[in-house]
C-alpha cells in the first residue's frame, strides 16, 4: 500500500462523501446522471496525482521565488507554475463543474470543492489562478450574454484567458460602498473605466494570452453607496469579434504587493484607464457591462456565498496537510521519556507518545475534520439549492447556506489557522525554520481571515443580518436543523444522546442570547461582541458537524473510526465548553468596547 499522502486524507474525503453525505444520491438527479461513485472517485484521483506531482513539488520553491517584475515591467513566476497549469487545463479540471455543453463534467459542487482540497493543500500560490479563472467563469455564466460566454469563457476553459476579482480599492476594502472606480458609457454600447484596484490575486502575469478582470464600477448619474455599482468584463487585451485578441486595454499594472505567504501567487495593484494604452486611439479601460446596471455587487454576492465556503475550505486544507505533516513528524521524532520513566537509559520516545503532543495533535485533528465536514456540508448545500427536485428543499437549503456562510468562511480560518500554529510547536524548534514546511503553511492561511470579508465584518454579517433575516428564519433552521441531529443522537443513546444533550444545551443558550441581544434596541450596544458571537455560534456548529460525523461512525470498527470518536470526543469536551464564557459575555451585552475612547489606546 502507498504511504498515506500528507497533502490530504483520502480516507477521510471518501468517508465524509459517500458515509456522511451520501453524495452518489445525487446522480439520480439529472444535471449529475451521467456520475457514480466511479467517475467521483476517478477524478478525485486524478486531482490527488496531479496536486501531488505538479503542485506540491514547487510549493516551496515559489515560496522562495515570488513573482518579480523584469525590465520590461512583465511578472517573471518560476516556470513549474506554468507547467502545472497547463497540466491542469489538459485534464479538463478548469471545466469540471461546467455544463457538458461547454465541454465541462457537470460535476457536483460538493465532489468539485472536495476535489480542491488537494490543491488548496498542495500548493496555495500556484492554485490561485485556475481557482479565480473558474470562479470569474462562473460568474459570466449566470450573467453574461451567450456572446460574452463565448467570447471570454471558452477560452478560459482552454486555459487561453485567465480572470480576476477586481473589488478593493486602496481606501476601499471592508466598505465597498465607497469605491470610487467609475465607468462612463459610450456610444457604441462599451464604457470606459477609470480607477485603482488594490490586491487584484493575479492581476498581470504571462501565464496566458489575455486576463479577464471582472471589475466593479459606478456608473455617474446612478444612486449612491451600493446600489450604484456594476460589474464590468475589462480584458487585458481587447477580443475581435473572430475571437482574436485586439489591441491593448488601458489597464496598467502598478506594483506587486510583497506578501507574507500565498508568495507564489501574484498580487497587485492595477490602474485602469490612467492613459498608459490607448485603445482606439484614447485613454480609459473599455469595459462591458455584466447583466444589468447597478445590480454589480448583488451578482457579486450571488458567487459570494460559494466562495466564501470556497475560502473556508482552503483555510481547512492548509491546517489539514500541516496536521499530517505534524503527525507525521510526532510519529519519528524521538524526544525524553514519560513522567514515570525515570530510567536515563531507557531509548527516548517518539514525540507522540506525550500527552501534550497528543493534545496538540488531537486539537489539530478535530479543527481540520470539523472543518472539512462544515465546508463540505455547505457546499452540497450550494447543490441542494441548485438542483433539489423540490422547490421547498431549494428554498431550504439556500436559506441554511445565507446563514452558515460566514461560519464556514471564518471558523476555518480561525481554527485551521490555530491548528498551523500548533503544527509548528509539535516540530519545536524545527517547525520555525524554513526547512521545514509548517512555516509556510501557516503564513499562507493567515490571510484567510482578512480576504472575501475580515472576520470582524463576518461577525457583523452573523448577527447584523444573517440571524435576524426573514424574521429570524435562518437562525431557526439552523437550530432546528442542528437540533435534529441531536435528536437522533438521542435515539441512539449512551455517549452519543449525551452529546447531543450537551450541544442541545448551548444551541438553547444561543436562542436565548440572540433574542437578548437584539432585544436590547440598542444595535451599536449589540453589534460591538459580534465577533464574539461568530466564533460562539462557530464552536456550536462545528460541534453539530462533529455529531453528524459521530452518527456515520456509529457501529463501525477500526482506527478510523476510532480516531474519528476520540476527535469528536475531544472536541465536546475541550473546545465546546469555550462558548459558556463567551454566551455569558454576550448575554450580558457587555459595553467595554463601546466605552473605550480612542485616546485611551
Ligand atoms: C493577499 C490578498 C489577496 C486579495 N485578493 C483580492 C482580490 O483578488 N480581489 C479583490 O477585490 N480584493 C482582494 N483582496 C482584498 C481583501 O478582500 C481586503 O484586504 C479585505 O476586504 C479587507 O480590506 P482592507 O484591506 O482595506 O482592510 P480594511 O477594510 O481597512 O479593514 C481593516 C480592519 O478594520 C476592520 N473593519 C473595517 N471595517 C469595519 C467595520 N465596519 N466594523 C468593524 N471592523 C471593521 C477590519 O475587520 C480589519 O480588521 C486581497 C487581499 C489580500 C491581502
Known amino acids: 500500500m502507498a504511504p498515506a499522502s500528507v497533502i490530504m486524507s483520502r480516507r477521510d474525503l471518501q468517508f465524509l462523501l459517500y458515509e456522511w453525505l451520501d453524495v452518489c444520491t445525487l446522480s439520480t438527479r439529472e444535471r449529475f446522471a451521467e456520475h457514480s461513485r466511479e467517475t467521483f472517485d476517478a477524478v478525485l484521483e486524478l486531482g490527488a496525482d496531479i496536486a501531488t506531482e505538479h503542485f506540491a513539488t514547487h510549493n516551496k520553491k515559489a515560496d522562495q521565488n515570488e513573482p518579480y517584475l523584469d525590465s520590461d515591467g512583465k511578472v517573471v513566476l518560476i516556470d513549474e507554475v506554468k507547467q502545472a497549469l497547463e ?74 484567458f485567465f480572470g480576476t476579482m477586481c473589488l478593493s480599492e486602496p481606501q476601499a476594502g471592508s466598505s465597498l460602498a465607497d469605491i470610487t472606480t467609475r465607468a462612463v458609457p459610450q456610444d457604441d454600447g462599451t ?97 462591458h457591462l455584466l447583466g444589468e446596471k447597478h445590480h454589480g455587487l448583488a451578482y457579486m454576492f450571488h458567487m459570494m456565498n460559494e466562495a466564501r465556503v470556497g475560502v473556508g475550505l482552503g483555510a481547512t486544507a492548509l491546517g489539514y496537510t500541516g496536521y499530517l505533516h505534524a503527525l507525521d513528524y510526532a510519529r519519528t521524532r524521538t524526544q525524553g521519556r514519560l513522567p514515570g520513566d525515570k530510567d536515563p537509559s531507557t531509548p527516548a520516545v517518539p514525540i507522540i507518545e506525550h500527552a501534550d503532543v497528543r493534545r496538540m495533535l488531537l486539537a489539530q485533528k478535530s479543527y481540520v475534520e470539523g472543518g472539512l465536514a462544515l465546508g463540505l456540508y455547505c457546499s452540497l448545500l450550494v447543490d441542494e439549492q441548485d438542483t433539489a427536485v423540490d422547490v421547498a428543499d431549494r428554498e431550504r437549503a439556500a ?56 472576520h470582524g465584518i463576518h461577525g457583523l454579517d452573523l448577527l447584523g443580518r444573517k440571524v435576524t433575516m426573514r424574521g429570524g428564519a435562518g437562525l431557526s433552521l439552523l437550530l432546528d436543523t442542528a437540533e435534529t441531529t441531536v435528536h437522533r443522537a438521542a435515539q441512539v443513546g449512551g455517549e452519543l444522546a449525551q452529546l447531543g444533550a450537551q450541544l442541545h444545551a448551548v444551541l438553547e443558550r444561543i436562542a436565548k442570547t440572540t433574542a437578548t441581544l437584539h432585544g436590547v434596541g440598542e444595535p451599536n450596544a449589540a453589534l460591538a461582541n459580534a465577533t464574539v458571537y461568530l466564533e460562539a455560534v462557530g464552536h456550536a456548529v462545528v460541534a453539530w458537524m462533529w455529531l453528524e460525523q459521530l452518527l456515520a461512525a456509529e457501529g463501525k470498527s477500526g482506527d478510523f473510526y476510532d480516531g474519528k470518536r476520540q476527535a469528536g470526543r475531544y472536541f465536546f469536551r475541550w473546545e465546546l465548553p469555550r462558548t459558556g464564557p463567551q454566551l455569558d459575555l454576550l448575554g450580558s451585552v457587555d459595553t467595554t468596547l463601546l466605552d473605550t475612547d480612542p485616546d485611551w489606546l
Open 191 to 287: 464604457y470606459r473605466l477609470t480607477g485603482t484596484k488594490m490586491w487584484i490575486s493575479a492581476g498581470d502575469h504571462e501565464l496566458t494570452e489575455n486576463i479577464v478582470h471582472l471589475v466593479l464600477a459606478k456608473i455617474p448619474g446612478g444612486p449612491a453607496g451600493v446600489k450604484g455599482i456594476s460589474l464590468f468584463i475589462v480584458p487585458k487585451f481587447l477580443v475581435e469579434p473572430d475571437g482574436n485578441l485586439g489591441e491593448r486595454n488601458d489597464v496598467s499594472l502598478v506594483g506587486l504587493n510583497h506578501k507574507m505567504g500565498y508568495r507564489g501567487g501574484t498580487n497587485t495593484l492595477l490602474n485602469f484607464g490612467e492613459g498608459a494604452h490607448t485603445p482606439g486611439g484614447r485613454a480609459g479601460a473599455v469595459g
Open 399 to 454: 436559506l441554511l447556506l445565507d446563514v452558515l456562510t460566514p461560519i464556514a468562511k471564518s471558523w476555518p480560518s480561525q481554527w485551521c489557522l490555530e491548528a498551523n500554529n500548533l503544527a509548528i510547536q509539535v516540530h519545536g524548534g524545527y517547525g520555525y525554520t524554513r526547512d521545514y514546511d509548517v512555516e509556510q503553511f501557516y503564513r499562507d492561511n493567515r490571510l484567510n481571515p482578512i480576504h472575501e470579508g475580515t
Open 87 to 160: 497540466v491542469f487545463v489538459e485534464a479538463g479540471l478548469m471545466a469540471g463543474q461546467l455544463d457538458a455543453s461547454l465541454g465541462g463534467m457537470q460535476l457536483p459542487n460538493v465532489v468539485a470543492k472536495a476535489l480542491q482540497m488537494w490543491f488548496h493543500a498542495a500548493n496555495v500560490g500556484t492554485t490561485v489562478y485556475p481557482f479565480l479563472t473558474m470562479a470569474n467563469a462562473h460568474l459570466l455564466i449566470a450573467y453574461g450574454s451567450p456572446e460574452q460566454v463565448r467570447t471570454f469563457v471558452e477560452p478560459m476553459i482552454a486555459g487561453r
